[in-house]
T-cell receptor
């Protein structure tokens, strides 16, 4: 009965590879997000989507491309992985785009680039 | 740009005692929302409490309460009757319109038996 799920939970890969992280929410929410938590535990928003439409793009390198096939899914594809991409990536969702909606987070995907 | 400052990198408290985690923020907005999230060693981000800036009353959730001082732009979290399961990293977060959450650097809280 997981509300926001992510796959995989762990991802170890070589520099230069391309990888994807999948996110699904079964809460019926309209808005989904990707956050990055770096090695110092600092959390920063990367993207948000509302009903499959990109709303926030926080000057993330264009090697990162989010894709939302429907409002329950928001996947993150990363091309040409670099060492600095190593982090924990969290997906989250909220009821709607209106201000103040609580965001519910997935369990995170730990990405290690070697 | 809005910023959130958590000035205590680490804190510890004895089981059953009370502890307060501080958070200040900077904004020119009048209407906004504030949150505390907890991240235990499992890594899961868990909502602790939410406050709407236009409400004077401080939010409370069981043993967790906030002291929201809008003029001072301060939003501290009080945990009463601390339990071992409260050991976690706590993040203060500010939300502006559009649901963009801006997080502080976090405070590691250790509850000792």
């Amino acid at each position: 009965d997981t509300a926001v799920s992510q796959t995989p939970k762990y991802l170890v890969t070589q520099m230069g590879n391309d990888k994807s992280i999948k996110c699904e929410q079964n809460l019926g929410h309209d808005t989904m997000y990707w956050y990055k938590q770096d090695s110092k535990k600092f959390l920063k928003i990367m993207f948000s989507y509302n009903n499959k439409e990109l709303i926030i793009n926080e000057t993330v390198p264009n090697r990162f491309s989010p894709k939302s096939p429907d409002k329950a899914h928001l996947n993150l594809h990363i091309n040409s992985l670099e060492l600095g991409d190593s982090a924990v990536y969290f997906c989250a969702s909220s009821q709607e785009l209106a201000g103040g909606e609580t965001q519910y987070f997935g369990p995170g995907t730990r990405l290690l680039v070697l | 740009a809005q910023t959130v400052t958590q000035s205590q990198p680490e804190m510890s408290v004895q089981e059953a005692e009370t502890v307060t985690l501080s958070c200040t923020y900077d904004t020119s907005e009048n209407n906004y929302y504030l949150f505390w999230y907890k991240q235990p060693p499992s890594r899961q981000m868990i909502l602790v409490i939410r406050q709407e800036a236009y409400k004077q009353q401080n939010a409370t959730e069981n043993r967790f309460s906030v002291n929201f001082q809008k003029a001072a732009k301060s939003f501290s979290l009080k945990i009463s009757d601390s339990q071992l399961g409260d050991t976690a990293m706590y993040f203060c977060a500010f939300m502006e319109y559009g649901n963009k959450l801006v997080f502080g650097a976090g405070t590691i809280l250790r509850v000792k038996s």
